[in-house]
């Protein structure tokens, strides 16, 4: 059972190139979420997919785009990268509403 | 808005040490919390997960509490070992919210010394 699986796991990347970070799940949950981790500030909520076919911004939406393209995939685009992207990127989901999250392994992202 | 707090961010102790981790939060209106833990450059892990309804939590060495009315949750683990070394987060999920958005603490960095 692989869970929740990220790719890829590491990207460099020069200030406004854009690209797709991919996430799906396999554990037939409905919801979906993107959030960064910046050093000492813990993980923030960029988007989410309360179900196949919604998303909402959350906390940090601003320079992403999202697509939940089926029940277990949910992708974050990065269409013009900027060096305040330069984080690391988890992807979670849950079965539905206010349940136990499990996350991805993470992508490490350096904008130069 | 939520906010939650780990205090220390770092802490050290020797091996068989208790290990006591501390998480605060500001609203008490919250369906659970759930801790996890993070390896260096790893994704997290969950450890456990309160319902509000609970006091605590038990799993292996690890007992988790929680005291809504004090807007408090503390992580113990039993006889600590090198192996436990990691981060620590503790996140919420709110009453308010129904669609299960976790409000995270900057975590607690934990080292313990053979």
């Known amino acids: 059972n692989a869970g929740v699986t990220q790719t890829p796991k590491f990207q460099v990347l020069k200030t406004g190139q854009s690209m797709t970070l991919q996430c799906a799940q396999d554990?037939?949950?409905?919801?979906m979420y993107w959030y960064r981790q910046d050093p000492g500030m813990g993980l923030r909520l960029i988007y989410y997919s309360a179900s196949e076919g919604t998303t909402d911004k959350g906390e940090v939406p601003n320079g992403y785009n999202v697509s939940r393209l089926n029940k277990r995939e949910f992708s974050l685009r990065l269409e013009s990268a900027a060096p305040s992207q330069t984080s690391v990127y988890f992807c979670?989901?849950?079965?539905?509403?206010?349940?136990?999250?499990?996350f991805g392994q993470g992508t490490r992202l350096t904008v130069v | 808005k939520q906010e939650v707090t780990q205090i220390p961010a770092a802490l050290s102790v020797p091996e068989g040490e208790n290990l006591v981790l501390n998480c605060s939060f500001t609203?008490?209106?919250?369906?659970?919390l759930q801790w996890f833990r993070q390896d260096p450059g790893k994704g997290l892990t969950s450890l456990l997960l309160i319902q509000s309804s609970q006091r605590e939590q038990t799993s292996g060495r690890l007992n988790a509490s929680l005291d809504k009315s004090s807007g408090r949750s503390t992580l113990y683990i039993a006889a600590s070992q090198p192996g436990d070394s990691a981060t620590y987060l503790c996140?919420?999920?709110?009453?308010?919210?129904?669609?299960?958005?976790?409000?995270f603490g900057a975590g607690t960095q934990v080292v313990v010394t053979p």
């Open positions: 996140a919420s999920q709110s009453t308010t919210d129904s669609w299960g958005k976790l409000q």
């Open positions: 609203d008490s209106a919250i369906y659970n």
């Open positions: 554990m037939n949950h409905n919801s």
């Open positions: 979670a989901s849950l079965v539905r509403g206010p349940t136990e999250a499990f």
